[in-house]
């Protein structure tokens, strides 16, 4: 069983940042391809990034498998901290939505579907306001 825990959202102003955090349980966080999803009012969650267990493969909404020099979202895990967060930059309001963490324990490739993921946070809410 893996317990995740998010934390960093809040309320900003659009063009402002905010950086997520998600802690994980157990000894073996290396071995989970983890996410972040999204799910704003009214709407179905979405995918938004995913890193790879070692960290060295990102994949984010609007790209395939690409560093993120150009987004304004950042992937990145910590394993020996057993943390992954996003960075947030350049927030519109089209971003307000409660964020979740997601582990996949099973599988190699960053999968994009929420049903990929067996284990969810309980999610932080993001609010930017215009």
């Known amino acids: 069983q893996v317990q995740l825990v998010e934390s960093g959202g809040g309320l900003v102003q659009a063009g402002g940042s905010l950086r997520l955090s998600c802690a994980a349980s157990g000894r073996t966080f290396s071995s989970y391809v983890m996410a972040w999803f999204r799910q704003a009012p009214g709407k179905e969650r979405e995918f938004v990034a995913g890193i790879s267990r070692g960290g060295g493969v990102t994949r984010y909404a609007d790209s395939r498998f690409t560093i993120s020099r150009d987004s304004r979202f950042t992937i990145s895990r910590d394993n020996a901290k057993n943390t992954v967060d996003l960075q947030m930059n350049s927030l519109k309001p089209q971003d307000t939505a409660v964020y979740y963490c997601?582990?996949?324990?099973?599988?190699?490739?960053?999968?994009?579907?929420?049903?990929?993921?067996?284990?969810w946070g309980q999610g932080t809410q993001v609010t930017v306001s215009s």
């Open positions: 997601a582990a996949d324990p099973t599988k190699v490739r960053v999968g994009v579907m929420g049903s990929e993921y067996d284990f």
